[in-house]
């Protein structure tokens, strides 16, 4: 990613929720998307922005005596620019789906994503986490207004740990496409413009919303 999108910041976290649109598109049709989106999002004139990141995920498992709870562990995810190899690290806390509106347009989650130092994991390794998986993600991204799309390709390591260009394995024949925005609580307009967009995307990609534990 963008080394200025990777800087830590002293402003105090606030709050924030994060409103995504999910889809995939066959690793043949990826080009003409790429092109759709040049032409429908900011900087149109620069060339596509790329990004290769290292992803792993820290599960612990709620020990919670509720049952609901039980069934829902802590994830903190922990991701490297490779691209940019001295820029921090950052974790990321994601929430499970709201349960409100069915008919919101978007899933909406809770959302903390900052900077942090490169011994991160053996923090959470001491407070208990364990590495569930670690994956590496390589694509482009675009931007439109406070619009985020990301269209990547997902590779698992063969050996644990090493991000070498020949210890990745692609998964699948398709690449992951992402509609997403990070905003402060209660903007629910965002929703709708993020459909709107998406529609433009169609019948190359659709775009919807996943309830993420309904597939784990």
Do not use: W
Not at 54 to 83: C, G, K, W
Not at 125 to 146: L, P
């Amino acid at each position: 990613m963008d080394p200025t999108s990777l800087a830590p910041t002293s402003k105090n976290i606030a709050p924030q929720q994060e409103y995504l649109l999910q889809g995939s598109i066959l690793d043949g049709h990826r080009d003409v998307l790429l092109h759709r989106l040049r032409g429908l999002c900011d900087s149109a004139e620069r060339n596509f922005e790329t990004f290769s990141d290292y992803e792993a995920a820290y599960v612990m498992r709620n020990s919670s005596t509720t049952q609901q709870n039980q069934n829902q562990p802590v994830i903190f995810r922990v991701r490297h620019a490779l691209d940019y190899p001295d820029a921090p690290d950052h974790i990321r806390y994601l929430g499970n789906a709201e349960l409100g509106d069915r008919g919101r347009p978007t899933l909406v989650r809770a959302c903390l994503d900052v900077a942090c130092s490169s011994n991160t994991k053996d923090f959470l390794t001491e407070m208990g986490f364990r590495m569930d998986h670690e994956y590496v993600a390589k694509g482009h991204f675009f931007h439109k207004g406070r619009m985020k799309v990301t269209v990547y390709k997902l590779f698992r390591l063969i050996q644990p740990g090493k991000v070498d260009a020949h210890n990745l394995d692609p998964l699948g024949q398709s690449h992951l496409v992402e509609l997403s925005v990070v905003a402060p609580l209660g903007q629910e307009q965002i929703g709708e413009d993020m459909k709107n967009f998406a529609e433009q995307l169609k019948p190359l990609v659709v775009l919807e919303k996943f309830d993420h534990r309904k597939i784990q």
